[in-house]
């Protein structure tokens, strides 16, 4: 199994940038797509962005599209996730998660497939 540890949230003024980091150890990295979720008070946990183990092809929610980008060092065993022209409404509690799949190229977006969570970050965008 894999253990994962976020960090680099904190509050930020709408329009800012804030880095996400997540640290993987127990298990071979690469084993596993990544993914970053996000959970807002009241709401389900929901999909913001992934990365396959290969790293060539990320995937965006619509809402984060253009403004956030994901990408992982399999060598140093993290992704981040580069949040820019951050808004109110990304105020969230952003997890890191790892799919442990045996396809290189494959993403996917639910919550319930994937195995591993870190314990969570939390982000606050002030307007």
């Known amino acids: 199994q894999v253990q994962l540890v976020e960090s680099g949230g904190g509050l930020v003024q709408a329009g800012g940038s804030l880095r996400l980091s997540c640290a993987a150890s127990?298990?071979?990295?690469?084993?596993?797509?990544m993914g970053w979720f996000r959970q807002a008070p009241g709401k389900e946990r929901e999909f913001v962005a992934g990365?396959?183990?290969?790293?060539?092809?990320?995937y965006y929610a619509d809402s984060v599209k253009g403004r956030f980008t994901i990408s992982r060092d399999n060598a140093k065993n993290t992704v981040v996730l580069q949040m820019n022209s951050l808004k109110p409404e990304d105020t969230a509690v952003y997890y890191c998660?790892?799919?442990?799949?045996?396809?290189?190229?494959?993403?996917?977006?639910?919550?319930?497939?994937?195995?591993?969570w870190g314990q969570g970050t939390q982000v606050t965008v002030s307007s």
């Open positions: 127990g298990s071979t990295f690469s084993s596993y797509a």
């Open positions: 998660a790892a799919d442990r799949t045996m396809s290189t190229t494959t993403l996917r977006t639910a919550v319930n497939e994937y195995d591993y």
């Open positions: 990365i396959s183990r290969s790293g060539v092809k990320p």
